[in-house]
């Protein structure tokens, strides 16, 4: 992926904290996230970030899920799917404004996530995002008060399993991969947040002067 490791010292979380700061900076930054902050957020852009958002998961989640059935999570409570979530509020969403989801096929040659430690960097994205859904939850009940309580359900399970982000950190800060597993631990990383990115880049219309 590109991501090469020189700081052999660093624990676990912090190879993950330094080596996905760029990453991380680029994906807030893109138009359909960013516009999730703005007052003149539009329900129709919503909708489309939200598709986004069901597109990205359903690619990772599918892969943790076969995953987890053979990995050891230690003190580390299983994935919560967030894709049910999602359809619940795209659903009440599509009935409530009638605007189509249109939600694209899955790229059959994206990069998958396959080993122990690509899971761990791709988890370490998944649930750091529910970090970033405080600040996001809080701003669209101002600009879409609407939307609670007949479709907010993703964000509320975010809010939820963001209690959860310190018992993974813990885990990763005492974790030691050998070999090449430090760089499937950024390979990881690096595929969910170019999942994300990609499926955010894909929506039509909501480019920076849509929103």
């Not at 052999?8 to 912090?14: A, F, G, I, Y």
């Not at 750091?128 to 479709?151: C, E």
């Not at 390979?187 to 170019?194: K, L, M, P, T, V």
């Amino acid at each position: 992926m590109g991501l090469a490791i020189s700081d052999t010292h660093l624990s676990v979380r912090q190879l993950l904290k330094r080596y996905t700061a760029p990453l991380h900076h680029k994906l807030d930054s893109s138009p359909a996230l960013s516009a999730l902050l703005k007052p003149a957020l539009s329900l129709s852009d919503y909708c489309r970030t939200l598709n986004a958002y069901a597109l990205a998961y359903e690619s990772l989640e599918g892969d943790h899920g076969s995953l987890e059935m053979t990995l050891g999570l230690g003190q580390v409570p299983a994935y919560t799917p967030r894709l049910p979530a999602l359809i619940h509020d795209l659903d009440a969403l599509d009935q409530w404004t009638r605007i189509p989801r249109g939600v694209q096929a899955l790229d059959k040659k994206r990069c998958r996530i396959r080993t122990e430690w690509q899971y761990w960097g791709s988890r370490y994205v998944l649930e750091g995002a529910t970090q970033g859904s405080k600040i996001i939850a809080s701003q669209l009940l101002k600009h879409l008060p609407q939307l609670v309580p007949r479709a907010f359900a993703f964000w509320e399970l975010q809010l939820r399993l963001a209690q959860e982000w310190t018992v993974l950190c813990d885990h990763l800060a005492q974790s030691a991969p050998k070999g090449d597993a430090k760089q499937q631990l950024l390979d990881g990383a690096h595929i969910a947040f170019y999942t994300f990115s990609s499926c955010f880049a894909s929506i039509r219309g909501s480019g920076e002067n849509d929103v």
